[in-house]
């Protein structure tokens, strides 16, 4: 109607920075030799630069119960790192992986994929792996980097990350 202010957009999250602290953050294993970093990019490839990637994994003995997690959100350029060991192979023959759950604006629930290791002979046998056509499996395939290893996280588009239902 004529005369009428329209009412200001707000923004109802999420917060992830203030409602999600979690003390450890991104370092997983203090004093860890290996680094994981990358970025999280929307189906245009833009940085999403409020999202939260948390980390579950394994230890060096491929144990599951080892209470091995990390939380980091994302800077502005969408850019997250942890600092870890690198797991085991587990006892229901999965090939050493990290296990990551993404949380992000615009997403009802969170997703869930995995980041497995370059040149790990034991990637071939993997049951979840094995799973997924070829074409799709180099987007869980981390990437070495000079400084450990890098693994974007895209959430749509034609190079999507393979999210699963869990």
Known sequence: M??????PAQTVGPFYGFALPYPGGPVVVEGGELRLSGAVLDGA???????????????VRGRLDSGLFGRCPTAPEGRFAFTTVRPGPTAD?????LAVIVHARG???????????PGEPLNAADPVLAKV???RRGTLIAAEAEDGYRFDIRLQGPDETVFFDV
């Open 45 to 59: 490839g833009d940085p999403v630069p409020d999202a939260l990637v948390e980390v579950l994994q394994a230890d």
């Open 107 to 117: 997403l009802l629930l969170h997703l869930h994929t995995r980041v497995y290791f």
């Open 133 to 135: 056509p070829d074409a």
């Open 2 to 7: 004529p005369g009428q202010a329209l009412t």
């Open 93 to 97: 023959g999965c090939a050493p992986h």
